[in-house]
């Protein structure tokens, strides 16, 4: 147990960053609405990796059963957590003053983002696995092909470059974790 409350410290650490960074990039649009041009893709993903961090969280909490943490486990729960921070800087660099705006500036390092997520929902099922077989087996079905599906369709956005898509692919991702995260633990 007291292995657990220094990995839940530094996940802590590195959580709290990571919101941090999508609040402060947030509330830059409020303290200067004329200065960087929002753009309603790059919004719906910020508020998506929000949503996924407080789910993250939550997510972690069964790491407390593990009674035997080894260095392998922790760096990788270290590297898993801190890709979320790489997708808040991803989306809020410290400044986008070679773009003409947020779209301008998701578009042209959308690779990099949909890699990285990609990259988080692979890790996700490492994770899952780390705290056992039967805890991974629980979720049934829908999580590998949770995974899967989000794995292939962040693949699809690294190649396209069409904004319908984008928008209907963000759309997607949002209303899926909502529901995924309702059903998960209003039904427990």
């Keep these: 147990m007291e292995t657990f409350g220094h990995v839940r410290m530094v ?16 509330a830059k649009f409020i303290q200067h ?3 960087d041009k929002p753009y309603w893709i790059h919004l719906s993903w910020v508020a998506y990796i929000f949503i996924m961090l407080v789910h993250f969280w939550w997510w ?11 260095f392998p486990e ?3 729960v270290v ?10 800087a991803l989306l809020y660099p410290d400044d986008i003053k070679d773009y003409t705006g947020y779209q301008d ?6 690779k990099w983002f949909f890699g990285v997520l990609a990259f988080l929902f692979l890790a996700d099922v490492v994770d899952t696995l780390i705290k056992g077989e039967v805890y991974y087996k629980h979720f049934g079905w829908e999580y590998p092909v949770r995974n899967i ?10 190649r396209i470059n069409n904004r319908a898509f984008h928008g209907a692919l963000v759309v997607l991702f949002f209303i899926y974790e909502l529901s995924y995260v309702l059903r998960l633990y209003l039904a427990a």
Excluded at 11 to 26: E, N, P, Q, T, V
Excluded at 60 to 70: A, C, D, F, K, V
Excluded at 149 to 158: K, S
């Design 11 to 26: 996940i802590g650490f590195i959580l709290s960053l990571s919101l941090a960074h999508l609040l402060k990039g947030s």
């Design 33 to 35: 609405p004329n200065r």
């Design 60 to 70: 972690e909490m069964p790491l407390h059963n593990l009674h035997r943490w080894t």
């Design 74 to 76: 922790y760096l990788f």
């Design 79 to 88: 590297i898993f957590i801190t890709t979320f921070f790489l997708l808040c």
């Design 105 to 110: 500036y998701f578009f042209s390092r959308r």
């Design 149 to 158: 599906t989000h794995i292939l369709l962040c693949l699809l956005a690294i």
